[in-house]
C-alpha cells in the first residue's frame, strides 16, 4: 500500500513543486503524493525552468491550498513542511497526519541578481530537496 504524502511550503510555487515531482520521479511506485500552499499562488517561472533540466514539465501545473485538502478530510501518513526558518511560523501542523517532518529550505524565490544567479539558487535548493528525498525512499525501499 502506497503511503501518502503531502509537501507544504508557503505558496505552493517552489520547494514543495519540487519535492512531490521528484519523489513521484524516485519512487511514485511507493508514494502517492501531493503539495500545498498555505497562501498557493502560482509556479514559479525558475522552478519550470529547473525542474525542465530534471525531465519534468510543470508548466501546465497549477498549484493547491493545504486548508482546502484539509476542508475536504484528506489524510496523509506523512505532511513535510518545506518552509525555511524565515517563515516557520507560517506552516503550521496539519491534522489528519501520522507524522509530521519539518525539512527547512530557504525560499529560492527570495534570491536576487541576474536571472542566471537566481536559477543557480533555485538549483541548488532543488538538489538538496532530492538529496533529503533520497535520504527518505531509502528508509521505505
Request: aromatic share 10%.
Amino acid at each position: 500500500m502506497k503511503r501518502k504524502v503531502l509537501f507544504i511550503c508557503v505558496h505552493n510555487s517552489a520547494r514543495s513543486q519540487m519535492a512531490e515531482e521528484l519523489l513521484r520521479k524516485m519512487a511514485g511506485d511507493l508514494f502517492e503524493v501531493e503539495s500545498a500552499g498555505l497562501e498557493p499562488s502560482t509556479i514559479n517561472p525558475f522552478t519550470i525552468e529547473v525542474m525542465k533540466e530534471e525531465g519534468i514539465d510543470l508548466s501546465a501545473k497549477g498549484t493547491n491550498d493545504a486548508f482546502e485538502f484539509f476542508k475536504e478530510g484528506r489524510k496523509y501518513d506523512y505532511v513535510i513542511i518545506m518552509c525555511g526558518k524565515d517563515t516557520e511560523e507560517k506552516c503550521p501542523t496539519y491534522p489528519g497526519s501520522r507524522e509530521r517532518l519539518h525539512w527547512p529550505f530557504d525560499d529560492p524565490s527570495k534570491a536576487s541578481g541576474t536571472d542566471e544567479a537566481k536559477l543557480q539558487v533555485f538549483r541548488e535548493v532543488r538538489d538538496n530537496i532530492r538529496k533529503k528525498l533520497e535520504c527518505f525512499v531509502d528508509v521505505f525501499s
